[in-house]
């Protein structure tokens, strides 16, 4: 079902940055149309039953019907008849007549399915559609109480009036920290050789050979060759070195706060009174004698 969406911007530059963003995301230019306060209004799309919303309105399409040529105001107030009728109109409705007649432009967008509703929504939101809500309270402060069709258009001038801005600055202090270098440590890795001795026991086999005078008959087995060999065994010293691990040196940093005590001198003076003794004349009471 046919959808009417409404924003409502402060100028012209802004209503025509909206349709260009509806444009790109694929509305057609067809189904968006401006309504401004002066004789310029575009063409108008299908209207139908409202939603009111924040920042626009939205409309269940009914049967559309044609426009008269009177004045822009008025051409808008039939847009409007056209989408509620003569008995059901909002009071937001007059909310959004006023701001075109106090010089905002009216965009309008016909959707065709309740899936792109929310999307133009956002686009109009955040092309820089006004929240009626907030433009209204801000009218009401210096005496807005309703739409009065009978009320004529502002002037340029009453528009740049209304709409004068006063920046608000606001100036902050910011302390930072600066780091400067108190020195460090290098370290360095090198390799050293220190003599060494270590003690081991060597062993030897040696053959021994001994003659020794014997006198007994010969025998048979004493009449054959025969040989025997010894092997003589030593034992050498076999150096290997095996490189362990058995330190590290670890560098970083850590960072540590503390609390510094100024002490100092501070000078000043005192004032000490001192009374003077002053001399008696002779045969005069002291004073001090008689209580005074």
Do not use: C
Not at 11 to 30: D, F, K
Not at 35 to 59: C, I, K, Q
Not at 85 to 111: M, T
Not at 209 to 238: C, N, Y
């Amino acid at each position: 079902m046919n959808q009417t969406i409404i924003g409502v911007f402060d100028t012209l530059a802004q209503a025509e940055n909206a349709a260009s963003r509806l444009e790109a995301e694929g509305v057609p230019r067809a189904d968006i149309n401006l309504h401004r306060s002066d004789d310029s209004d575009g063409s108008y799309g299908a209207a139908g039953e409202p939603t009111l919303g924040d920042n626009a309105v939205t409309r269940r399409a009914s049967a559309s019907s044609g426009q008269t040529h009177e004045g822009a105001m008025a051409r808008i107030e039939h847009f409007f008849k056209r989408l509620f009728g003569d008995d059901d109109r909002p009071e937001e409705v007059g909310h959004y007549q006023e701001a075109v007649r106090r010089g905002g432009v009216l965009l309008s967008v016909d959707v065709a399915d309740d899936t792109s509703v929310e999307r133009v929504r956002a686009t109009l939101s955040s092309a820089g559609a006004i929240d009626i809500d907030s433009r209204v309270a801000q009218w009401k402060t210096s005496g807005y109480t309703g739409y009065d069709s009978s009320a004529p258009a502002y002037t340029a001038g009453q528009i740049q009036a209304e709409r004068k801005a006063f920046p608000v600055v606001e100036e902050t202090l910011e302390v930072g920290k600066r780091e400067v270098s108190t020195g460090g440590v290098r370290v360095y890795s090198r390799v050293t050789e220190t003599p060494v001795s270590e003690s081991v026991n060597l062993r030897e086999e040696n053959a021994t050979v001994e003659r020794r005078a014997v006198d007994r008959p010969a025998t048979a087995a004493d009449l054959t060759e025969s040989s025997v060999e010894i092997r003589e065994t030593a034992q050498q010293a076999v150096v290997a070195k095996t490189a362990r691990v058995v330190e590290e040196v670890v560098v970083g940093k850590e960072a540590t706060t503390h609390e510094e005590t100024i002490n100092d001198t501070v000078r000043g003076t005192q004032v000490e009174v001192e009374r003077v003794e002053g001399t008696q004349a002779p045969g005069k009471p002291n004073p001090a004698e008689k209580g005074i």
